[in-house]
């Protein structure tokens, strides 16, 4: 039972422009959140998270939304560059005692 | 310098051998785990240790067993390997036990022929 979905497998989007990645969770116990990044033939790397007790998280281009009612929150890049061309990994964390649980990833193409 | 290494990148073995994988990381955490990522995509936890200790053992089979030599080393072995057991596997480390903030090793891509 997958508790962390992210349902939009791929977007294409163009450089200079905002990418919207999505992720829903179905675990109200859920208090941490975080986006990884990874390239193809490495492994994902930390990129932002957000606390329960935020709605909003800034750094640099990247900002996470958190959505608690709806258990929705979102990852906005802006501007996009190709170099942002990866698979996105939405994770979630009920308290620091338990293991992360995963999306499984939205393949981003960033065209120039 | 690599900081979360695991070797071999790629093993490709028959069906009921026994291969192991290496991780080791760098970093000075004291908790290292081991993710797969199965055909479907998902990165699901196998196993967690802390200093050396087990903390999260996941349903996994008990063909798996992973060894901790120091808090540095997490190594993975698989006994009599099935189709199934092809996926792509990640070693990960963090500061702290349970840890939000994982670094993660490149992945072996395991193939069971």
């Known amino acids: 039972d997958q508790q962390v979905k992210q349902n939009s497998p791929s977007l294409s989007v163009q450089e200079g422009r905002i990418s919207i990645l999505n992720c829903d969770y179905t675990n109200s116990m859920f208090d941490y959140f975080l986006w990884y990044k990874k390239y193809p033939a490495e492994g994902p790397t930390f990129l932002i998270s957000?606390?329960?007790?935020?709605d909003k998280n800034e750094d640099g281009r990247f900002t996470v939304f958190l959505n608690k009612s709806a258990k929705h929150l979102s990852l906005h890049i802006v501007p996009s560059q190709p170099g942002d061309s990866a698979v996105y990994f939405c994770a979630a964390n009920p308290n620091s005692g338990y293991a992360l649980n995963f999306g499984k990833g939205t393949s981003l193409l960033v065209t120039p | 310098d690599t900081a979360v290494s695991q070797t071999p990148k790629y093993l490709v073995t028959q069906m009921g051998n026994d291969k192991s994988i290496k991780c080791e990381q760098n970093l000075g955490h004291d908790t290292m785990y081991w993710y797969k990522q199965d055909s479907k995509k998902f990165l699901k936890i196998m196993f967690s240790?802390?200093?050396?200790?087990?903390?999260i053992n996941e349903t996994v089979p008990n063909r798996f067993s992973p060894k901790s030599p120091d808090k540095a080393h997490l190594n993975l072995h698989i006994n009599s390997l099935e189709l199934g057991d092809s996926a792509v596997y990640f070693c990960?480390?963090?500061?702290?036990?349970?840890?939000?903030?994982?670094?993660f090793g490149s992945g072996t891509q395991l193939s069971v022929l």
């Open positions: 240790y802390n200093n050396k200790e087990l903390i």
């Open positions: 957000i606390s329960s007790i935020k």
């Open positions: 990960a480390s963090s500061q702290v036990a349970q840890s939000e903030k994982l670094f």
